[in-house]
């Protein structure tokens, strides 16, 4: 997503306020083109997204006149309603709209720069204390069936913004360890979780696990009698199960699931409409069947591997859930088996957000078992994302990553290179650069969420 001028120009601190509750607020010029001149007044129009057919009877103030500060910048002070984005335009004094150089003074500015609109977002309280972490929870190095190791893997991802991910390979989880162990002693720039897609008995079945202290693809291999057993106390379980569903292709599919909650993992029912063989990979029964049986932690209702018809077909099953009043925690992931653009495939296109206090595991995992995650799908060449979740979640999303990801973004790039140069080599520099990369893209989002 490309940054936007008013973006680079301008910062607003901050960005996320409570909503209902007064607060102050900082535009702060970001270079001379930009700048307030000392002295002069500017018009501000406030101008909440979601302004019609709604009486806000407190909004007794729309416009202000403000002046610089000694520093520059334009403060006030407002009470923001609803949970909604609202619009700050600002109205430059008429001696300012034209080229400041006088051969050109007769040459008026682009509107955009004579009166630039910036944007903030009130939320309510649950929101105001976290921030959000976008995340890949499935994708394949080059030890299963994927291009890059674990350096390209971890700094390619970083460099597009990624907070947090998973080494999802196939029947194994050992790269997975293999990259935490890599990037132990380095700077705490993206959380490395573990990982694995679990096919078992057979390939027949897929699920991806995270965050399990052992792997499930292991200890199927070394315990395979006793997990069967296991297995068929849960068909004797099953004794309202649909009988169109295989009774034991859907007691595999719950004893993966519980299997990995059981080693303190997350659980993701992954790409039902995957086409294999010439047929779906999961019958429609079953998955809606697992759905609803909240057996999953999450849905990965985006596969970037498979766009072409499963997210069609996984958002509309997702919907009809819903609607019957089914709670279906999201994640979106890209199934890469590679982040190089010369291989087809680059980060960005489907991955996760997640509205969360920390961007450790169990804090992602639980905002996301709390439904405060959203997937999102954004194609090279399209004009905007699509996202998918509540709506409340999609809301706040969408201003996100309009406002928030092109400058995040823009601060992790350098990251990801230097993440890439530490995996070979701890000792060139690269941790002390990275160092103070953090602090910056650190300071960045304090001020957006006015953290203290």
Known sequence: MTMRHVLSDYAVTPSVVPAGK??????APQGENAAFVAGETYRLTITPVEKLCVS????????????????????????FYGEQAHMLSIEVPEAYTHSPSPHYAAVPKWPALRCPTLCLYSVKEDLLDRTVHKGELHLHSWWSDGHEDCAALVGNLRAAGYDFMAITDHYLMDYSEKAIEVYRNAPDVISLFTGEEVQIPSSRIHVVGIGS????????????????????????ELTDLPPEIDKNDFAWRVWIARKIKSVGGMAIFVHPHWLWNNGFFVHDLCAAELLRRGEYDAFEVLNGGNRVISNNMQTALYNNLRAEGVTIPVVGSSDSHSTEKEHGEAPGECYTLVFSKGRDFQSITQAIRDGYSVAVEYYQGEEAPR??????????????????????TELCREQGRQLRRYANNPHCGAAEALAGLKAESDDFTAAFFGEQ
């Open 213 to 236: 202290r052992e792997s499930v693809n292991e200890l199927f291999r070394r315990r395979r009698a006793e997990c069967e057993a296991e297995e068929a106390a849960i068909e004797k």
């Open 387 to 408: 996202v998918y979740g509540d709506y409340r979640m999609v809301k706040f999303a969408l201003f996100l990553l309009h406002v928030y990801y092109p400058v995040y």
């Open 56 to 79: 806000y009877a407190s909004l007794n103030r729309e416009e202000l006149a403000l002046t610089p500060d000694a520093d520059g910048c334009l403060r006030f002070s407002y009470t």
């Open 22 to 27: 007064e607060v102050t607020v900082t535009i």
